[in-house]
């Protein structure tokens, strides 16, 4: 297990956290929804209407992770998690979505040798709706990933402030 | 077999609602399942309820899950009750600072029914 002074140590030393990143996503998704993810080639899906859940991080290493995709891919993963699907704009969709983000930064940190305790976590924050762009501190490198649930594309987004 | 009753502290309703799923599946006889979405609403929810069982957070608005733990001792129906802390939260100064604290078990987010089973079971033996 690499620590983050080793991570943080080259220009490159970001996109080091991308297979870190990668085990995390997978893992959330495997153990709290039960679904194996597949990659994608594709570019990160900009569905219409969006939701993003954003999980900040702040310590040793400052950033801000986050999730996005369509309204309809997040109510299949929330009614994955909450084995039953939830209403049309049901506040369990923010929840669930949010709380998938949660999990991810959460399991990221912890593949990081000695960051458990020098990286703080914020509480999640969900945005949803069909016109809005999200954009984090400019001085940021950013590593970003897209997977398919079921089929339907979803982005996990890094930005880390150096 | 007697019956267990739970609460389960979780700021998302979503996570109670699993934790929740995971115990049942555990096999738990679950006679009665109480949510708090913080630590003041589990103080005060313990004030008129007994449990045989906590499962708690770390990372929640008003009350955290580390200051709940100390605070819950106080409680008269809560004497003795275990508290196993479930949170992303995972790194091993948090697990020791909980386990001073006063849980008595932990458990990482991501989690299975399982490892919620195996921790659970054995705190409960004196009442299954």
């Known amino acids: 297990m690499k620590s983050a002074e080793e991570l943080l140590s080259t220009r490159s030393g970001h996109q080091k956290w991308a297979p870190l990143l990668d085990v995390a996503i997978r893992e959330v998704f495997e153990l709290m929804l039960g679904e194996q993810l597949t990659v994608t080639g594709d570019p990160p899906p900009h569905p219409q209407p969006a939701i993003t859940a954003m999980v900040g991080l702040a310590g040793q290493v400052c950033g801000v992770m986050s999730i996005r995709c369509g309204l309809p891919v997040a109510t299949r993963m929330a009614s994955k998690m909450l084995g039953a699907e939830p209403a049309p704009g049901s506040p369990e969709i923010q929840d669930a979505f949010g709380e998938i ?12 040798a000695g960051l458990g305790d020098k990286c703080m976590l914020s509480v999640p924050t969900v945005i949803t709706g069909s016109d809005y762009s999200l954009r984090s501190l400019a001085d940021s490198d950013t590593v970003e990933t897209t997977l398919l649930f079921q089929g339907m594309p979803f982005a996990v987004s890094l930005e880390i402030h150096s | ?82 508290v196993v802390m479930i949170t992303t939260e995972g790194s091993e100064s948090h697990v020791v600072q909980a386990l001073s604290c006063g849980a008595r078990g932990y458990i990482r987010k991501p989690f299975t029914p399982d490892q919620v089973k195996e921790h659970v079971i054995s705190l409960l033996a004196g009442k299954l």
Do not use: H
């Not at chain 2, 109670?16 to 913080?38: C, D, M, Q, W, Y």
């Not at chain 2, 580390?66 to 003795?80: D, I, M, P």
């Open chain 1, 101 to 112: 983000c949660n999990m991810v930064a959460g399991n990221f940190k912890n593949k990081i």
């Open chain 2, 1 to 82: 077999m007697s019956g267990i009753s739970a609460l389960i502290v979780d700021d998302s309703s979503t996570m109670r609602k699993i934790v929740e799923r995971s115990l049942r599946s555990a096999g738990l006889p679950l006679t009665a399942v109480f949510e708090a979405g913080n630590g003041v609403e589990a103080l005060g929810l313990l004030k008129e309820n007994r449990v045989d069982l906590i499962l708690c957070d770390i990372n929640m608005p008003v009350m955290d899950g580390l200051e709940f733990v100390k605070q819950v001792s106080g409680v008269e129906n809560a004497k003795g009750v275990p």
